[in-house]
């Protein structure tokens, strides 16, 4: 299990005084976890729970108003197979088994060594992100290699998180252009039309309000539509952007690709030379072209020589 996986994983702490609570958050955070959080109110933590969907409870069990035992049976309640695994505090020995038949998963005494809370937190996180991991997966395609499935899941984050950080402004305009991008938009507008021709017709005894050759209505939709091509314009912006940072990404991947192949030619080619295998005569390719690093640069600077040669070639043979 990858360090980093773990680090991130959400901690919740639960405790009645905030002497345990501080000391805990400071022995996390030293460890390197990043996504502690605490509450002194054992009632929150079902609807904490449920908003922010914690890999991980330390839960103290001598609590005023709510102890550690009810917590874990409203959370059994509440959220079933779904609940993180409880690290149950408690300073009292004949409270272990107790809480294990709760559900907790495993229990640390009071007073408690930071060795020991931060190894269990370790065991405790790293098997519930391996059977996230699993349940994550088990609905995979079999046909697909697990690396491109972990790709796949990926370039949705990317696009998740890509969408989570767009501004008001922006999710307005996306809304805007979705929506007169849509079969909806269209019947709404033809009714619209259809009534505004039946109502200036003057045979429903409505008073004319805009007679042939509508011009209300032509302006109306004129400036209907210079707000849509605007909204239309920001998002193409946004996808512009969007594709862009793909586009670097895609390049990035690819010259670290070609740099990584030239290096193994180079290397089999020293192997072949050591061991003494000889080339194979019907084979096009010269070692050189094979092995030698290519620069993006000089790529780009020769398809621009190319195409002024090739803009040039049609003016001369029309001057001959």
């Given at each position: ?13 639960v405790d ?21 959080s605490s ?198 912006n946004l ?82």
């Open positions: 299990m990858d360090d980093s996986k773990l680090l991130q994983a959400s901690i919740l702490i009645d005084l905030e002497f345990n609570i501080n000391l805990l958050e400071r022995v996390l955070a030293k460890a390197g976890y990043t996504s502690v509450t002194t109110n054992p009632r929150e933590v079902s609807a904490l729970h449920r908003k922010n969907h914690y890999d991980l409870i330390l839960l103290d069990i001598e609590m005023p108003d709510m102890d550690g035992f009810q917590v874990m049976r409203r959370m059994k309640e509440t959220h079933g197979d779904d609940q993180p695994p409880i690290l149950v505090i408690t300073a009292e020995p004949e409270h272990r088994m107790q809480a294990l038949q709760c559900g907790a998963k495993d229990f640390v005494s009071k007073p408690f060594e930071l060795v020991e809370v931060l190894t269990r937190v370790h065991n405790m996180l790293e098997a519930r992100l391996l059977q996230k991991e699993i349940d994550d997966h088990k609905d995979d395609n079999p046909a697909l290699s697990h690396v491109i499935q972990r790709n796949i899941r990926k370039i949705i984050q990317i696009r998740q998180k890509a969408s989570q950080d767009q501004n008001f402004q922006d999710r307005i305009a996306n809304v805007m252009t979705s929506f007169s991008g849509s079969m909806t938009f269209f019947y709404v507008h033809m009714l619209w039309f259809l009534l505004w021709f039946l109502l200036n017709t003057g045979h429903l005894g409505v008073t004319v309000f805009d007679p042939y050759p509508y011009g209300f209505l032509t302006m109306v939709v004129s400036l209907e539509a210079i707000f849509l091509a605007t909204f239309v314009l920001i998002s193409q996808l512009a952007r969007g594709a862009e940072r793909l586009t670097d990404l895609g390049l990035q991947t690819s010259l670290l690709t070609e740099h990584e192949l030239t290096r193994v030619l180079q290397m089999l080619r020293t192997i072949q030379i050591k061991i003494g295998i000889a080339n194979d005569e019907s084979s096009n390719l010269a070692d050189a072209d094979l092995e030698m690093e290519t620069k993006p640069e000089d790529v780009l600077a020769e398809i621009e020589r190319l195409h002024r040669r090739e803009a040039i070639s049609p003016r001369r043979g029309r001057q001959m």
